[in-house]
């Protein structure tokens, strides 16, 4: 859909998302690097702007803290997830990613769109800590100040992560970070600092220390029914898996596990994980699609509502998960058996897991048109085990960490059993002339696990720059793209307005 402005874009998305009242308006007005032209909206007071004095609207404003803005799209395509299937149809936003190109769209589902969004929740936690600030009687809003500063980190955590250079300890002082910002936003342009991503690192991890503890789970049920609600919230146990992401690429192992314990201990991550050699393997696509991003899933840790299309595009662009991806990812694995994820297949060649559920808003009572959102998981159970078991296997300690792929393991083989569980050293054959050390061959299927588990989600890009892992393209007419380790396009270039009117400096090509 056009507008005139960014005026009537925010008013629109007011009338129709998913908690529409003034206090996400006036959050969206507080955008940084917005899309242009939005000083008029910025000059209006609403008549509830200033009416943010009470929990229950600080509550309605953190909502909006949030990125609704999905980086599912873009991830996947510069992965070793996909491929060039010719049949399948033709998207900017898909092919420009697959190339490792700085695209030019700014729609939906692209890295400009996700840039923004991010800011957005950001400006919505700025402008809750500021109330709670000057309220004078911060002590009343705890539980608010804590989900802020944890949702402003992970804003931040994200941008960093895609627009600089992955974290590294000898480098990170004087590698180009991102703008960490603590005010909230009451200007349309700004000029702002990218200092370092040793800083904003630091930012980080001062915010989630900060406001972890103050999180109270109960704050979010307070006359309402707890089913779905806490899902699309920091609780205790999204805020520590966030904590086990964030020391997993700050490399504090230590810090990890002792996160990941707090999310969920390792004696009870079995109940947690998705049932997929039992419940999930009777399911249709439909019921798959419904039930994967259920808030009443115990595998979801963290939802978020985005407008996004993703629902709709990801099992039917041309750069997607075709046949050959397919065997790679799923024919064989470490763990021996065969995998019971349910994949379908489209007649142009793309496999795909039925994950997604959209959520339709009509522009109007009688309308036939509106957005679409797609529900994504941030965290979950799964990744929780994973961090743990990546930072067991970096601390050398492989047993423990074989003994969580195990447990995976036990839901995702057909006809697992227990007297076949993995060891250190069968794996290692498994990756026989691949690996040079048990503990790189653990690490291996590592992450080989969490290709499969996260496909079509994004997360696979991460663990790719992370590990700096390279990536090879083909195109259907015979040529092959590689993105080799420390390829400056592993960074995601900054939006051409942050750069022009916000005054930062590019990322190098």
């Known amino acids: 859909m056009k507008y ?37 909206f910025l000059s209006e007071s ?27 799209m873009f991830c996947e395509a510069m992965s070793d997830n996909v491929e060039d299937n010719p049949a399948a149809p033709q998207d900017p936003r898909n092919a420009d990613p697959y190339f490792w190109r700085d695209g030019t769209s700014t729609d939906q589902d692209t ?70 910002v603590t005010d909230p936003e009451k200007q349309s342009f700004k000029n702002y600092e990218r200092k370092t991503v040793q800083y904003v690192y630091d930012m980080i991890e001062q915010d989630l220390t900060e406001g972890l503890p103050l999180i109270d789970d109960k704050a979010y049920t307070k006359g309402e029914s707890a089913t779905g609600v806490v899902k699309y919230h920091f609780t205790q146990m999204a805020a520590h898996a966030f904590a086990s992401r964030f020391y997993l690429f700050k490399r504090n192992y230590a810090k990890v596990i002792e996160h990941a314990d707090a999310a969920i201990p390792a004696a009870e991550i079995r109940n947690y994980l998705r049932p997929w050699n039992t419940v999930y393997k009777s399911y249709s696509a439909t019921e798959l699609l419904i039930n994967y991003t259920k808030a009443t ?34 024919n064989e694995n470490p763990a021996g058996g065969e995998y019971s994820y349910s994949v379908f297949y489209r007649s142009f060649g793309v496999y795909f897991v039925n994950k997604f559920r959209e959520h339709f808003v009509q522009v109007g009572v009688n309308a036939n048109t509106g957005y679409v959102y797609t529900i994504m998981p941030l965290f979950t159970a799964e990744e929780v085990l994973f961090n743990r078991a990546e930072a067991y296997a970096m601390q050398k300690n492989l047993g423990t960490a074989v003994q969580e792929l195990d447990i995976w393991a036990s ?80 960074v995601l270039q900054l939006p051409r307005e942050a750069v022009t009117t916000g005054g930062l400096s590019p990322n190098a090509r």
């Not at 308006?25 to 955008?31: G, K, M, P």
């Not at 300890?169 to 991102?178: E, F, H, L, Q, R």
């Not at 595998?299 to 985005?306: A, D, F, Q, R, V």
Request: one cysteine or more; a neutral charge.
């Open 4 to 40: 005139r402005s960014i005026g009537e874009m925010i008013r629109t998305r007011w009338a129709t998302s998913r908690v529409a009242n003034p206090a996400s308006a006036l959050a969206l007005t507080l955008t940084l690097f917005s899309l242009g032209g939005c000083g008029d």
């Open 46 to 72: 609403p008549d509830n702007r200033a009416t943010l004095d009470s929990q229950e609207k600080l509550a309605e404003l953190l909502v909006t803290a949030y990125p609704e803005t999905n980086y599912a």
């Open 111 to 180: 890295p400009e769109d996700y840039w923004n969004g991010c800011y957005k929740a950001i400006a919505a936690a700025n402008h809750a800590l500021e109330f709670i600030n000057n309220s004078g009687t911060p002590e009343l809003y705890a539980a608010q100040r804590g989900e802020a500063l944890v949702a402003r980190a992970y804003s931040h955590f994200m941008i960093v992560t895609l627009f600089a250079k992955t974290y590294n300890p000898n480098t990170a002082a004087a590698d180009p970070g991102i703008p960490y």
């Open 297 to 330: 899933e115990t595998s979801n840790i963290l939802l978020c509502e985005t407008l996004s299309d993703w629902t709709r595009s990801f099992s039917t662009l041309r750069y997607a998960t075709g046949a050959p991806r397919y065997q790679e990812i799923f």
């Open 411 to 490: 839901t995702r083989i057909v006809d697992y059993s227990p007297r076949y569980q993995m060891l250190p050293e069968w794996i290692a054959d498994y990756y026989y002339g691949y690996a040079k050390s048990n503990q790189e061959a653990v690490i291996m299927a590592i992450l080989a696990f969490r290709r499969v588990e996260f496909l079509h989600e994004g997360m696979r890009w991460f663990d790719i720059v992370r590990h700096n892992l390279p990536v090879t393209h083909r195109t259907n007419d015979g040529k092959v793209l590689e993105l080799k380790a420390n390829d400056p396009r592993r």
